[in-house]
């Protein structure tokens, strides 16, 4: 089969079509003929070798996809051959930029018929993240305010649809019209574009004057000091992206006992994981949860994803064919 290979950590360049045996299910796995693999910026991150963990060489990148079950090792008995499936497979060394994966059939989801297959590999990183840091960490709960940050990426997006479906006001920031309008669409019920410079003034008006309860915040290194400004008492900001260091003032959070939550999804146990993902499947399948994907590009396009993840301006999740 085809799949991507890495042999050295570096630039988007490293990372070569090989072709490498098909893969066997081990007891208790599948293995997945995978339709679309998702792409992530944790993906440059660990290919680039600056991630704080790095994946023994050589190895296939990506944490996500979807696609069929096309075999099924002993043990295994909740899935068939032909089973429509979306993956999560964080922490595993061979990874979804292939034509087939085997992986444990407790990494493995229901696609609804609905979702298409971009759509479920924009799932098990991105929307696992928005659930965990919306509810997991910042314990948000119907009546209160969210803003999210950079909303139209595939994390931003999915934290708009969660949160306005269990009852959250939603604030959003964008950095196009474009932008704005399909946060609108999406559900948020306040949108305002990050480049704005009134745009702080804006946020505090559209919760009255109280601050928002809570931040789900994707570049930390350029927005944290504003967002201590914003919360209201008891606010919080949780940390889910940052591209380096940042000066705040720690007043900011001590007349409101405000708290500053990091996250990442390689620190949620694995049975968490597991509810976090069945949860997503239960929102894709009432509808409330409706992955974008902004472009599908072929397997030997992936150095281009992985430009293309880390710039700005793309709407949903970059996705690879293969």
């Known amino acids: 089969m085809k799949a991507i290979v890495v042999t050295e950590f570096g630039g988007p360049d490293v ?45 296939t990148p990506g944490y996500d996809g979807a696609g069929d079950i096309e075999a099924v090792g002993t043990g295994v008995s909740n899935w068939r051959v032909g089973d429509r499936v979306w993956i999560a497979t964080l922490g595993a060394t061979q990874g979804t930029y292939a034509e087939r994966i085997a992986c444990d059939a407790t990494s493995v989801f229901a696609l609804p018929q609905v979702v298409s297959y971009g759509g479920g590999a924009a799932l098990g990183v ?16 119907r009546g209160e305010s969210v803003l999210v940050h950079g909303a139209t990426g595939a994390v931003g997006l999915a934290a708009v649809q969660l949160a306005k479906a269990a009852g959250l006001q939603v604030l959003a920031t964008a950095g196009s019209d474009k932008g704005l309008e399909i946060l609108r669409r999406e559900g948020a019920d306040a949108v305002f574009n990050h480049h704005d410079a009134g745009r702080v003034d804006a946020i ?31 606010g919080r900001v949780v940390v889910i992206g940052s591209r380096g260091r940042v000066e705040i003032d720690p007043r900011q959070t001590m007349g409101k006992d405000a708290a500053v939550l990091g996250m ?9 994981r597991v509810r ?15 992955p974008a ?6 397997l030997a396009d992936a150095p281009r994803a992985h430009e293309a993840v880390l710039a700005a301006g793309h709407i949903g999740k970059i996705v690879l064919k293969p």
């Open 126 to 141: 991105p929307a696992a993240t928005a659930h965990r840091a919306l509810f997991g960490r910042a314990n948000g709960a």
């Open 15 to 59: 990372m070569r079509v090989a072709d490498v045996p098909d893969p066997s299910p081990g007891p208790g796995q599948v293995v997945v003929r995978i339709r679309a693999a998702g792409v992530n910026p944790v993906d440059a991150y660990v290919r680039a070798g600056t991630y704080a963990r790095k994946p023994p060489l050589p190895y």
């Open 264 to 272: 990442t999804l390689w620190n949620v146990p694995a049975d968490e």
């Open 293 to 298: 994907v902004d472009r599908e590009l072929p």
């Open 276 to 290: 976090i993902n069945q949860a997503l499947t239960s929102a894709m399948e009432a509808g409330t949860l409706r």
């Open 204 to 234: 505090k008006a559209a919760t009255n004057g109280k601050g928002v309860d809570v931040v789900l915040e994707m570049l930390a290194n350029v927005n944290l000091d504003v967002d201590l400004g914003l919360l209201a008492f008891r």
